[in-house]
C-alpha cells in the first residue's frame, strides 16, 4: 500500500472515529444511564448538548490552525486527543463529569471535518467520490456507535463503549504520526501566490451567482444538520420504542440458537441501527459517483425529495413497517451529506479550503447542538410523530433552495495543484 493510499485509510478511519465518538452517549442515555442514574432521556441529553456546541464553535479555529500550521499535524491532535477525551469520559460517576468528557470529545472532534476534508479534496482527483468514500465512513461510524455500544452495554457496560474506541483510536494516531515520519515532516498547508489575484479577476455577475450559492450551501447546511442531528441522535431511541416487537422475538430467537455471545432487546436495538446506517450510507458512493458526472442540482434535489416523502410517512409506523420507513428517508439524509462538501471543494481555492470548510463545519455544527433541545422538547412534549412531521418540513425547505442553484458551478479562476 502506497503512502498516499495509507493516509487515505487512516483518514477514513477517522471519519469513521469523529461520529463514533459522537454518538456513543446517544445510545449509552437511551440503553443504560436513563436507568442507571435515575434521569429522563430528554434530562440526559442536556449533558450532551456543549459536547456538540464545542463541536461547532471549535471548527473555524481547527480550520485556522490547520491553514497557518500543519493539516497532518492537527490529524494527530485529532486521534490521540479525541480517544483520551472518550477514555476520561469512561471514568465519569455523575452527569457533570460526563458532560465534561462529552465536551472535551466535542472538542477534538471539531478537527476532523474542516482538516480531513480539506486533505481529501486537495491531495486527490475525482473529488466526488473521494469524498463519498470518506463519507462511508463516517457514515459506518454513526451506525457502529449504536451496534458497538448496545452490544458493549449487554456484555460488560456503558464505561467500555467509550474506552475500547478511545484506545483504538489513540493507536491510529501513533500510527499516523509513524507514518508522517517515516515520510518526512507533516505537511504544511500549500501555498499559491496567484490566489491572491484571483479577487479582481471576479465579474459583478460571477461574485453574485457565488454569493447566490454560498446562501444556499450555508441554508441547506444548517437545515440538513437539523435532519442529521435528530435522525442521527434519535434513532436508537426511536427504534427502542417502535422495534420493541421484532427485536424482542429476535433476540429470543437468538438465544434458543444458544450462540455464543448474550444478545437482548438492547443488542438488537443496536443491531437495527447499524443495519440501517450501513445500508443508508452507501447512498453516498451512488450520489459521489453522480455528483462527478451530472453536478449537484439534480442529486441534490432528488436526496431532498426522497427525504420530504419517507418522513412525512414516517408518523404512526411500528416494526417492520417504521424499519423500511426509516431506511428510506436515511438513504436520503446520508445520500446528500457529500453534496455541499463537494461544492465546497468545486469552488473554494486550496489555499483557504480548511477555513471555508471551518465556517461550513460551525454552521453545520452549531445547528447541530441547538437540535439537541429541539429533540428534547418535541419528544416530551408529542412525541416522535411530531417531529417527523417537522423534519418533512424541513427537508421541503432543502428542495425549494436547491431549485435555486445553477445547473454548472463556478469554480476558481486558479486552482491549486
Known amino acids: 500500500m502506497s503512502r498516499d493510499q495509507t493516509q487515505f485509510l487512516l483518514l477514513n478511519f477517522g471519519h469513521f472515529f469523529d461520529h463514533l465518538f459522537m454518538l456513543v452517549f446517544a445510545t449509552v442515555a437511551a440503553l443504560a444511564l436513563s436507568r442507571e442514574w435515575g434521569l429522563g432521556y430528554g434530562e440526559l441529553l442536556q449533558y450532551a448538548t456543549p459536547g456538540f456546541v464545542a463541536f461547532g464553535v471549535c471548527a473555524l479555529p481547527a480550520g485556522w490552525l490547520a491553514d497557518k500550521w500543519s493539516r497532518d499535524g492537527m490529524m494527530c491532535v485529532f486521534f490521540v486527543g479525541i480517544g483520551v477525551a472518550a477514555i476520561a469520559a469512561g471514568f465519569s460517576q455523575t452527569p457533570l463529569q460526563i458532560g465534561i468528557g462529552l465536551f472535551a470529545i466535542g472538542v477534538f ?3 476532523y471535518h474542516p482538516v480531513g476534508l480539506a486533505i481529501v479534496t486537495a491531495k486527490w482527483k475525482n473529488t466526488g467520490m473521494r469524498i463519498a ?14 451496534l458497538i455500544t448496545g452490544y458493549l452495554i449487554d456484555n460488560g457496560g456503558w464505561r467500555l463503549a467509550f474506552i475500547v474506541p478511545g484506545l483504538a483510536s489513540v493507536g491510529i494516531g501513533v500510527i499516523y504520526v509513524a507514518l508522517l515520519r517515516r515520510n518526512g515532516a507533516a505537511s504544511q498547508t500549500p501555498q499559491n ?3 491572491a489575484g484571483q479577487e479582481q479577476s471576479l465579474t459583478p455577475d460571477l461574485k453574485a451567482l457565488l454569493v447566490r450559492i454560498s446562501a444556499i450551501v450555508f441554508l441547506t447546511t444548517a437545515v440538513s444538520s437539523v435532519i442529521f442531528q435528530a435522525t442521527t441522535f434519535a434513532l436508537p431511541k426511536i427504534f427502542d420504542e417502535r422495534l420493541q416487537g421484532i427485536a424482542a422475538k429476535l433476540a429470543d430467537w437468538s438465544q434458543a440458537l444458544h450462540l455464543p455471545w448474550h444478545t437482548d432487546v438492547a443488542t438488537m436495538v443496536g443491531v437495527f441501527a447499524f443495519s440501517v446506517f450501513a445500508i443508508a450510507s452507501m447512498a453516498q458512493l451512488v450520489v459521489g459517483s453522480l455528483l462527478d458526472k451530472h453536478g449537484p442540482r439534480p442529486v441534490f434535489l432528488g436526496m431532498a425529495s426522497l427525504q420530504a416523502v419517507f418522513f412525512f410517512a414516517m408518523p404512526g409506523l411500528y416494526d417492520g413497517a417504521a424499519l423500511a420507513v426509516a431506511l428510506g428517508f436515511m438513504l436520503g439524509a446520508f445520500g446528500q451529506i457529500p453534496i455541499n462538501d463537494y461544492m465546497i471543494g468545486k469552488m473554494a481555492s486550496g489555499e ?11 454552521v453545520s455544527f452549531s445547528v447541530l447542538a441547538a437540535t439537541l433541545p ?10 416522535f410523530d ?7 418540513a424541513a427537508a421541503a425547505v432543502i428542495f425549494t433552495a436547491v431549485t435555486l442553484l445553477p445547473r454548472r458551478l463556478p469554480e476558481p479562476a486558479v486552482r491549486t495543484p
Open 109 to 111: 472532534a471539531a478537527i
Open 133 to 146: 468514500v470518506n463519507g462511508v465512513w463516517g457514515n459506518l461510524g454513526v451506525a457502529s456507535a449504536a
Open 193 to 195: 501566490p496567484a490566489v
Open 352 to 362: 483557504f479550503r480548511a477555513r471555508v470548510y471551518g465556517v461550513r463545519y460551525v
Open 374 to 383: 429541539l429533540i428534547a422538547f418535541v419528544y416530551e412534549n408529542w412525541g
Open 386 to 392: 411530531t417531529l417527523f412531521q417537522i423534519l418533512a
